[in-house]
């Protein structure tokens, strides 16, 4: 499985941003995004399971984003809303052949390179 992300960039406080993560290559359970900002560790942003559309949000971000996808073109979408400067981070998407839901970044096998999104206040 590969997987390529893009749609980062800079954006304001309040604004928002649409992430896109194209996979091929293989199948798959469950696509998820994860974060990392400068210093800390990679945390859980959202997933979504492939099967059933069902989907997850980190507390820190319920409410202001959502992730979907679109089986025939193999694409997933983080749109983020209300965007803070906290949401600073190089986001990630992830998958995994499994589908179960995992928060931990170790559980992901596929991961795609990284796209920037900068927050500015």
């Known amino acids: 499985v590969q997987l390529q992300a893009s749609g980062g960039g800079l954006v304001q406080a309040g604004g928002s941003l649409r992430l896109l993560c194209a996979a091929s290559?293989?199948?798959?359970?469950?696509i998820s995004w994860f974060r990392q900002a400068p210093g800390k560790a990679r945390e859980f942003v959202a997933a979504?399971?492939?099967?059933?559309?069902?989907?997850y949000y980190a507390d820190s971000v319920m409410g202001r984003f959502t992730i979907s996808k679109d089986n025939a073109k193999n694409q997933m979408y983080l749109q983020m809303n209300s965007l803070r400067p906290e949401d600073t981070a190089v986001y990630y998407c992830?998958?995994?052949?499994?589908?179960?839901?995992?928060?931990?970044?170790?559980?992901?096998?596929?991961w795609g390179q990284g796209t920037l999104v900068t927050v500015s206040s």
């Open positions: 290559g293989g199948t798959f359970g469950t």
């Open positions: 992830a998958a995994r052949v499994s589908v179960v839901i995992h928060r931990n970044p170790g559980q992901y096998k596929y």
């Open positions: 979504v399971r492939w099967t059933d559309s069902s989907t």
